[in-house]
């Protein structure tokens, strides 16, 4: 009979030790986290250009220019 008490007592500890749960002391309405920032971005129209005395052909074509990158705000 003693190696059941002992078995159920150990059972009940080791389940109550499970059920049990820290809760945290912050408030998380009251912590905004940041949020990134679009990039700045030139778009710049390149126009079509003959090279080489009409040898080649350079199509036109748009070029992106990054002026300020992605950031985080504060």
Same mark, same amino acid.
């Given at each position: 009979?003693?190696? /059941? *008490? /002992?078995?159920?007592?150990? +059972? #009940?500890?080791?389940?109550?030790?499970?059920? +049990? &749960?820290? &809760?945290? &002391? &912050?408030?998380?309405?009251?912590?905004?986290?940041?949020?990134?920032?679009?990039?700045?971005? *030139? *778009?710049? $129209?390149?126009?079509?250009?003959? *090279?080489?005395?009409?040898? %080649? $052909? %350079? %199509?036109?074509? #748009?070029? #992106?220019?990054?002026?300020?990158? +992605?950031? $985080?705000?504060?």
């Amino acid at each position: 009979m003693k190696p /059941l *008490k /002992l078995l159920i007592i150990t +059972t #009940y500890l080791a389940t109550s030790a499970c059920i +049990t &749960t820290q &809760t945290k &002391t &912050t408030d998380k309405a009251d912590v905004v986290p940041p949020k990134l920032l679009a990039p700045n971005v *030139k *778009k710049i $129209w390149i126009p079509a250009i003959i *090279k080489d005395d009409g040898q %080649e $052909w %350079e %199509e036109g074509h #748009y070029l #992106y220019r990054i002026e300020r990158g +992605t950031s $985080w705000s504060r």
